[in-house]
């Protein structure tokens, strides 16, 4: 019952496609110099906080209401649902100081984090502890700063990721080349390490780990699991050292590591290929199921982990894993140029939304052309991996997906930056340099084509007519050598797309085929309307070889003599249009029977298919039929030349003889009650039963005893 009830679900989704969103609004802003949004959430009253880096004064026109405190500040921009602006705050000290990641916090305020080299100054209410440090900033639900935080050693310390955990603290992940010396407890572990840092809810140290291999390992993402530790994914450039259980596969690889509450290794994993592969900030989260979705870019063909080739010069690249860190599936997305995934996340269906940006145009997984350079890309996955939809969002310069997110109608919302001017998708002007870009793309449509009166056929057809069968082709002879195979949709949205699955080239409602061995050739056509509904159809197309003769040089027809019988010929190609004029067919008598109408042409069918293949290398004697009442015909195929057919008596007696050349029928009437063995020279000797017909078997003087069944 259960199995029954699954099948019956499997069905009734069967039909089910999504279509790639609209763009529901666009805004850009910033001032005359750089901006860039790093990260977008929606917020519980279903409007937007987005962060990033800023390094322009105010602009009134561009939505910049402070002037800059430093290098870069940290730039947050409240947004209403309909994406017009609340409020903004430049966040700052007197040198460079980067946003990568926010977030609401329980209380509906803000906890924002990144890098600074600020000493005291603007915002910044600690030195620099070293070259960089990890920057935390809590602000309330209006923006207004309540604490900062500057965590960090003595040399430099990059923080990328951060999460309000369920204690009302703070996991804050990047890395480190510190040694023990501020807030670093450890020492560096090689180049650069992992650094992971628990905070309490007022931004206070509870402890700090270091984790890494001899070479190079970047932190890009942390995230608490369900279980109350923390699953940490970045790059890793390390073999097997300290805490990296494998070696590097390629340059880069992704390096999962599952840590406990306190911060403790439980596992990892190194995942990759031999070229360069990499995770993003946004791209690594715990699945409904326990496992993880991880995501970023690779550069690799297949090899270890990777089970695709790439695309083009880099492409997206997705890894399930199960709650152990083993990989489940893995899928390469991507187009004929670069193409590299910088956020990823669950959604509410089971499957997964991708951002990041492409340069490909219509090629490999990518359904349109770029719109200019680099364009924000986002991609729809199922469960399994599988593209659903695709979308290409651009102007005619460079667009930067940094962030997206799902929204609570169903929708996304997409942050990067843009250097396009109003043109495609950009419907605002530029402020500056780079400005902050942020898309609203509506809910999927959804559609249920189990519904759809969608369907399409294609109508029978002739390569050539009078003179050729429904449905076929003739080898051998050129004007009838192809075929016009004609979609014909009807039902559904318009307008069509068609697809044929054996010329895959071939997007045309019509195609021309051209099959060069004989036998049956099937041509299928799909055929996806606007709402995305498909259907589809077969055409079974039959290829004849008419070519005979020692070098091929002659043809099979079937030719119709001046009392209306019908008889297989063989004529040389340059005659066969003047048969045609006359009513002749091409192929044999048997193969032509779509064409017969006569009472002899009725009378050769019954007999069965003399030729299957004019051609073929079968050599075989046909007989019908068999049993018969003493009048039967025959044909051979296989020979060159004319040659002996002998008919003998089951005692081995020589009944009759008979010239046969190749392909021709040969009749032979008034053969007595009796068993008889036809024979020819290199062939199967065929036994002929006849059950009732002409006079007693004559004796003869000839004999051949030695004739085996």
């Known amino acids: 019952m259960k199995n029954y009830l699954l099948l019956l679900l499997v069905m009734a989704n069967y039909n089910v496609f999504a279509q790639a969103p609209a763009i529901q609004w666009n805004k850009s802003f910033g001032g005359a110099g750089s901006e860039e949004f790093r990260v977008v959430k929606q917020t519980s009253e279903g409007g937007f906080i987005l962060g990033g880096t800023s390094h322009s004064d105010a602009d009134i026109l561009g939505g910049k209401s402070e002037n800059s405190k430093g290098g870069d500040d940290y730039w947050v921009v409240k947004l209403d649902a309909n994406g017009n602006k609340i409020w903004d705050k430049t966040i700052g000290g007197g040198d460079k100081d980067a946003l990568f990641y926010l977030q609401q916090t329980a209380d509906g305020g803000y906890i924002l984090g990144g890098y600074s080299g600020s000493d005291i100054s603007g915002d910044k209410t600690e030195n620099s502890k070293g070259v960089q440090d990890y920057w935390v900033v809590k ?33 804050l992940g990047g890395f480190s080349n510190s040694d023990i010396s501020g807030d670093k407890s450890e020492n560096s572990k090689g180049v650069q390490d992992y650094w992971v840092v628990k905070l309490d809810a007022n931004g206070n140290k509870i402890w700090d780990k270091t984790i890494g291999g001899a070479g190079v390992d970047f932190l890009r993402s942390v995230q608490q699991t369900s279980d109350g530790g923390y699953i940490l994914g970045g790059d890793s450039r390390s ?30 994993n190194t995942i990759g290929g031999t070229g360069n592969d990499g995770i993003d900030s946004y791209s690594l989260q715990q ?81 349109e052309n770029s719109k200019g350079n680099y364009d924000f890309w986002v991609v729809k996955i199922d469960d399994a991996g599988t593209k659903i939809w695709d979308k290409t969002i651009g102007g005619t310069d460079i667009d930067w997906l940094n962030s997206l997110q799902q929204t609570a109608d169903g929708g996304y919302i997409i942050a990067g930056y843009s250097r396009s001017g109003i043109s495609g998708d ?27 009166t969608l369907s399409v056929t294609i109508p029978n057809a002739y390569a050539i007519n009078p003179g050729g069968n429904i449905n076929t082709v003739y080898i051998g002879y050129q004007p009838a050598s192809s075929i016009t195979l004609n979609a014909s949709p009807s039902g559904g949205n318009a307008p069509y797309n068609h697809s044929w699955s054996t010329v895959p080239s071939q997007t045309s ?50 030719h119709k003599d001046s009392k209306g019988k019908r008889s297989t010929l063989t004529v040389l190609a340059s005659a066969i249009a003047d048969h045609l004029t006359h009513g002749d067919y091409l192929g044999t008598c048997v193969q032509a029977n779509n064409k017969m109408s006569s009472d002899s042409d009725v009378t050769a069918m019954a007999y069965g298919e003399i030729l299957t293949s004019a051609n073929s290398s079968l050599q075989k004697i046909t007989v019908g039929p068999n049993p018969n009442n003493g009048n039967f015909f025959f044909s051979v195929n296989g020979i060159e030349k004319e040659t002996i057919a002998t008919l003998y008596a089951i005692d081995g007696r020589k009944i009759k003889q008979f010239k046969v050349v190749n392909l021709q029928q040969q009749k032979v009437n008034n053969i007595p009650k009796g068993m008889y063995l036809l024979r020819i020279p290199g062939f199967e000797t065929q036994k002929i039963i006849v059950n009732g017909g002409g006079n007693a078997v004559p004796q003869s003087t000839q004999s051949n005893n030695n004739i085996k069944l």
Not at 304 to 326: H, I, M, P, Q, R
Not at 429 to 451: H, I, M, Q, Y
Request: glycine fraction near 12%; charged fraction near 25%.
């Open 509 to 558: 409602q019509q195609i021309t085929v051209s099959p060069s061995v004989a036998g049956n050739h099937a041509f299928t056509v799909t055929v996806t309307d606007a709402s995305g509904c498909t259907a589809t159809y077969t055409k079974t197309i039959t290829a004849m070889d008419i070519r005979t003769g020692k070098n091929l040089e002659k043809r099979i027809i079937c």
């Open 426 to 452: 950009k419907t605002e002007a530029s402020r500056g340099f780079d400005d902050c870009w942020v898309v609203k793309l509506e809910a999927e449509t959804v559609n249920n084509c189990s519904a759809s």
């Open 139 to 171: 602000l309330d639900a209006n923006g207004n700063k309540i604490w900062d935080r500057t965590i960090g050693g003595s040399g430099s310390d990059l923080l990328f990721s951060l999460q309000q955990t369920a204690d009302n603290g703070y996991i």
């Open 239 to 268: 073999d097997i050292s300290v805490d990296k259980s494998e070696n590097c596969i390629g340059d880069f690889d992704f390096w999962v590591v599952k840590i406990d509450d306190d911060g403790d290794i439980v596992w990892d």
């Open 287 to 367: 699945t409904a199921d326990g496992g993880y979705i991880m995501g970023g870019y690779s550069r690799s063909n297949i090899s270890a982990d990777k089970s695709e080739n790439c695309n083009g010069f880099a492409d997206y690249w997705v890894v399930k894993l199960n709650a152990n860190g083993t990989k489940i599936w893995d899928k390469t997305i991507g187009g004929n140029g670069s193409d590299e995934s910088f956020s990823l996340q669950q959604t509410t269906d089971g499957g997964y939304i991708l951002g990041g940006h492409s340069i490909s145009d219509i090629s490999g997984d990518k359904s």
